[in-house]
Protein backbone atom coordinates (compact mmCIF):
# COMPACT_ATOMS: atom_id res chain seq x y z
CA UNK A 1 0.00 0.00 0.00
CA UNK A 2 3.03 2.03 0.52
CA UNK A 3 4.63 1.68 -2.76
CA UNK A 4 1.27 2.84 -4.48
CA UNK A 5 0.93 5.80 -2.17
CA UNK A 6 4.34 7.03 -3.29
CA UNK A 7 3.77 5.72 -7.21
CA UNK A 8 0.64 8.07 -6.96
CA UNK A 9 2.40 11.03 -4.94
CA UNK A 10 5.21 10.70 -7.81
CA UNK A 11 2.84 10.71 -10.45
CA UNK A 12 1.10 13.88 -9.24
CA UNK A 13 4.24 15.86 -9.27
CA UNK A 14 5.52 15.02 -12.11
CA UNK A 15 2.29 15.55 -14.00
CA UNK A 16 2.24 19.16 -12.01
CA UNK A 17 5.68 19.68 -13.34
CA UNK A 18 4.43 19.44 -16.49
CA UNK A 19 1.96 21.71 -16.95
CA UNK A 20 4.18 24.43 -16.20
CA UNK A 21 5.80 24.33 -19.49
CA UNK A 22 3.30 26.51 -21.52
CA UNK A 23 3.12 29.20 -18.91
CA UNK A 24 6.62 30.55 -19.81
CA UNK A 25 6.96 34.33 -19.18
CA UNK A 26 7.58 36.27 -22.63
CA UNK A 27 10.80 38.42 -24.28
CA UNK A 28 10.78 41.80 -24.72
CA UNK A 29 9.83 41.39 -27.96
CA UNK A 30 6.48 39.97 -27.12
CA UNK A 31 5.79 43.21 -24.96
CA UNK A 32 6.79 45.44 -27.52
CA UNK A 33 4.33 43.76 -30.18
CA UNK A 34 1.85 43.76 -27.21
CA UNK A 35 2.27 47.33 -26.77
CA UNK A 36 2.21 48.45 -30.46
CA UNK A 37 -1.04 46.93 -31.15
CA UNK A 38 -2.81 48.45 -28.10
CA UNK A 39 -1.28 51.82 -28.84
CA UNK A 40 -2.92 51.08 -32.49
CA UNK A 41 -6.18 50.53 -30.86
CA UNK A 42 -5.31 53.82 -28.49
CA UNK A 43 -4.28 56.09 -31.13
CA UNK A 44 -7.45 54.93 -33.31
CA UNK A 45 -9.78 55.73 -29.86
CA UNK A 46 -8.10 59.00 -29.61
CA UNK A 47 -8.24 60.30 -33.40
CA UNK A 48 -11.92 59.91 -33.26
CA UNK A 49 -12.06 63.15 -31.81
CA UNK A 50 -9.17 64.77 -31.96
CA UNK A 51 -8.45 67.80 -33.78
CA UNK A 52 -5.23 67.24 -34.43
CA UNK A 53 -5.05 62.93 -35.06
CA UNK A 54 -1.42 61.90 -34.65
CA UNK A 55 -0.27 59.56 -37.38
CA UNK A 56 1.35 56.40 -35.84
CA UNK A 57 4.19 57.08 -38.80
CA UNK A 58 5.48 59.90 -36.53
CA UNK A 59 5.70 57.71 -33.14
CA UNK A 60 8.55 55.40 -32.71
CA UNK A 61 9.36 52.24 -30.38
CA UNK A 62 11.92 53.14 -27.56
CA UNK A 63 13.49 49.88 -27.70
CA UNK A 64 16.41 50.82 -25.71
CA UNK A 65 14.43 51.76 -22.77
CA UNK A 66 12.32 48.80 -22.67
CA UNK A 67 13.05 46.75 -19.43
CA UNK A 68 11.87 44.62 -17.07
CA UNK A 69 10.47 46.32 -13.59
CA UNK A 70 11.42 44.53 -10.71
CA UNK A 71 8.50 46.56 -8.85
CA UNK A 72 6.04 46.09 -11.06
CA UNK A 73 7.15 42.89 -12.29
CA UNK A 74 5.91 44.11 -15.75
CA UNK A 75 7.82 45.00 -19.03
CA UNK A 76 7.84 48.74 -19.66
CA UNK A 77 7.45 49.56 -23.31
CA UNK A 78 7.85 53.16 -24.47
CA UNK A 79 6.75 55.06 -27.85
CA UNK A 80 7.86 58.43 -28.68
CA UNK A 81 7.20 60.91 -31.45
CA UNK A 82 9.92 60.25 -33.54
CA UNK A 83 11.34 63.99 -33.34
CA UNK A 84 11.19 63.84 -29.64
CA UNK A 85 8.82 66.54 -29.26
CA UNK A 86 5.11 67.07 -28.57
CA UNK A 87 5.01 70.50 -30.02
CA UNK A 88 7.85 72.81 -30.74
CA UNK A 89 8.36 74.06 -26.55
CA UNK A 90 8.05 70.99 -25.29
CA UNK A 91 10.16 68.15 -24.84
CA UNK A 92 8.86 64.30 -23.52
CA UNK A 93 10.56 61.50 -22.72
CA UNK A 94 7.36 59.49 -23.54
CA UNK A 95 3.92 60.10 -25.29
CA UNK A 96 2.76 56.71 -24.44
CA UNK A 97 3.84 53.54 -22.15
CA UNK A 98 2.64 50.88 -21.33
CA UNK A 99 3.26 47.85 -18.49
CA UNK A 100 3.13 44.63 -20.10
CA UNK A 101 3.48 41.40 -17.45
CA UNK A 102 4.75 37.92 -18.31
CA UNK A 103 1.61 36.54 -18.96
CA UNK A 104 1.43 39.56 -21.91
CA UNK A 105 -1.23 41.48 -20.19
CA UNK A 106 -1.27 45.18 -20.62
CA UNK A 107 -1.63 45.68 -16.79
CA UNK A 108 -0.72 50.22 -16.64
CA UNK A 109 -0.62 52.62 -19.79
CA UNK A 110 0.38 56.01 -19.64
CA UNK A 111 -0.51 58.81 -22.84
CA UNK A 112 0.43 62.26 -23.19
CA UNK A 113 -0.98 62.53 -26.75
CA UNK A 114 -2.28 66.15 -26.56
Known sequence: MKKISFL???????LMGCGNKGAEAIDSTDAEFIAIVQLEQDLHIYNETASEPININDLELLSNDTVFSSSSKAWEVSFNYKDGLTNKTVATNAVAQYSVDPSGEITATTHSFE
Not at 8 to 14: C, D, E, S
Open 8 to 14: IVGVILI
